[in-house]
């Protein structure tokens, strides 16, 4: 099945993460959780928030900046809130016990809405999400992230690019699932165009003195990501407010760091001194559907918005009208039946991450 | 104070407005709640949710498309989430009523959601988002709208420009209240444009074909808004995703319209048959601070949020970087000193239905 030496199982990449983080002292149902997430993004097609992340993951930790034995706990709680403290784990510990939560809350009181404080990188806000979706709720995630986008009129990064995931279950069609990062472009995207030798798309990016631009090189030099929309004239500002609302709901709440104070999720940039909050933050929710209306019902309703969604005239009938999550629903069929195959420098890190580790390579791949 | 024949105070305007609705059989009560919803839209430099609306629901209501003695209740609930059946009235009537519900339930829960079926156009979306501020409570409030929003690769108008309203509360700082329509441009702005003589910016409006066009009389013919962002290149299925998050919670969820089923708030526009739902939809939330941290640690950590972000560098000195709300702030400011100027046939229409009504004209405006 495994069409080349690049390319790894889902199941082979699983286990070798599942050895690394238990290998340095994780609990083996931590290291499972990160396994499932950074899995989960490389089977959507989402490279920049899968394999990629583990040697920032471990650097931060070498750094003594990261706690891998994090023990979640619950701060504070309501009927239908609590506050998490994520005790400087990563995301991936006190996301699931957080969203946990929320769907146990959600049981009892309708909805459930937890805020994170002392956290990091938690991979994809889908993962999240979709754990609400057996559970015949609609499942919500935000996190916050390091700055990188100005603010309408301004030249200085303020914020990150703060994605939101919002989950709806459904009785026939698939899942449906958006998972988008609320500016244009992240920064992994800008560095990639660069070494592609491309631009980046008019309204994305501006250098460092606010001049708009399409060179990738910009964003090395100070420039800034632009919020959704772009500029003022292109109602950028409708951008700025959604990414600053992701930064309310998961940080102003919660305590933890907002927007310039968000601690930097990879090891070559150093700590800030002084920050007002603790850690990153991240935002979930739940909500029962029959908190509403019959839960077969809202299934049912939410099958035909998409049926009808689908159903709109394409502008041109080689691209069909596409639902959030379809194309990440193909990319996951695809990775399942042929392996996920991995750029040769993420490939070659990961086997050094392996050989330091005395890991053993998966016979395939050497 | 008023500078010409064009001008009214608000108090004024309230009262005409007030005595239009009851003229015609409106509850007291609901003619107020209306008229102060109208009012604070035009007090914060948003005509196009204001004045200029009475025609349209005067028009449904002469249809017999809009219920003026509406009694909005409560069709189901949880200790934190309400179905609210709007009875075909305005959606100030049961906006106001749902929002209440919301704040009284945070009261008890933590948090209140409150999902309105059956419903009509609300005005502002930020009036019943500020309900919130004064219980030290997060409040959010959303409608779906009638369809002119394409989904990406598509031609066809299927979701509204469905606005999402966020505030905050603060300590010292002025409250935080982010208000946006999640379409990067309202068809009533276009029609200026084209009234001006000016182009609609690019990334904004497609033809009937699905071809990017600046020139506005697009819209005219069968053309369609794009979500914010553009086109796929430009990240404008981000912009869908939001959009769509606001229909599913607004519609789906709550058993009204959605998308392309919405009904028209205008009565020169047949109303639809056939449609799966019943009215147009909304969704509020109040989310107590003190739900998560005591609400005092939050107003001041939002504080300090709005400093940071207005202290970022600015592009240009004469534009310094704003905080939502700031704009609307002194527009308030300025019309409650300078009263309100209306366009000249705004203004006719006005005096028109006061006329039609028996109703006097304020001596200030003849």
Redesign the interface.
Same mark, same amino acid.
């Given at each position: 099945m495994l069409s080349d030496k690049f390319t790894i199982s889902h199941e082979q990449l699983h286990s070798a993460i599942v050895e690394i983080f238990t290998s340095i002292g994780m609990p083996y149902d931590h290291a499972k959780l990160v396994a499932d997430v950074l899995v989960e993004a490389e089977l959507r097609g989402i490279p920049s928030h899968g394999v990629v992340r583990i040697k920032d993951y471990l650097g931060l930790w070498s750094q003594n900046r990261l706690n891998i034995n994090a023990k979640p706990k619950i701060e504070?709680e309501?009927?239908?809130?609590?506050?998490v403290d994520g005790d400087n784990g990563l995301g991936m510990i006190s996301g699931n016990f957080a969203m946990q939560s929320a769907i146990s809350k959600a049981n009892?009181?309708?909805?459930g809405?937890v805020?994170v404080n002392n956290s990091n990188h938690f991979g994809i806000a889908g993962y999240y999400a979709l754990m609400a979706i057996d559970h015949d709720m609609?499942g919500i995630a935000m996190t916050n992230a390091n700055p990188t986008v100005?603010?309408?009129?301004?030249?200085?990064a303020?914020l990150g690019t703060n994605p939101?995931a919002?989950a $709806?279950p459904t009785k026939n069609e698939q899942v449906?699932l958006?998972d988008?990062?609320?500016a *244009? &472009?992240a920064r992994g995207k800008i560095e990639l165009l660069e070494k592609q030798g491309k631009s980046v798309?008019?309204?994305?990016l501006?250098t460092c003195?606010?001049i708009p631009v399409t060179d990738p090189t910009a964003i090395k030099h100070g420039g800034t990501i632009l919020p959704?929309?772009?500029d003022y004239?292109?109602?950028g500002?409708?951008?700025?407010?959604?990414t600053?609302?992701v930064?309310?709901l998961t940080?102003?709440?919660?305590?933890a760091n907002?927007?310039?104070f968000v601690p930097p999720q990879v090891s070559y940039i150093k700590e800030k001194n002084n920050c007002?909050?603790k850690g990153l933050g991240h935002f979930f929710g739940a909500?029962?559907?029959d908190?509403?209306?019959p839960a077969e019902? $809202?299934k049912e309703?939410?099958d035909?918005?998409i049926q009808?969604?689908r159903s709109?005239? *394409? &502008?041109?009938t080689e691209?069909?009208?596409?639902i959030?999550n379809d194309p990440e629903i193909e990319m996951i069929d695809f990775h399942k039946t042929n392996g996920i195959t991995l750029l040769p420098e993420i490939l070659n890190e990961l086997k050094k991450t392996l050989n330091e580790l005395s890991i053993p390579i998966p016979d395939n791949l050497t």
């Open positions: 504070y309501t009927l239908s809130t609590a506050l009892d009181a309708g909805t809405w805020a609609i100005a603010p309408t009129f301004s030249k200085q303020m939101i919002f $709806v449906f958006a988008f990062a609320t *244009p &472009i798309p008019k309204g994305m501006q003195d606010g959704l929309g772009g004239e292109h109602a500002h409708k951008g700025y407010c959604l600053a609302i930064d309310i940080a102003v709440i919660s305590g907002f927007g310039p007002p909050g909500i029962r559907l908190a509403f209306r019902k $809202v309703y939410m035909l918005w009808t969604m709109a005239l *394409p &502008i041109d691209q069909p009208v596409l959030p």
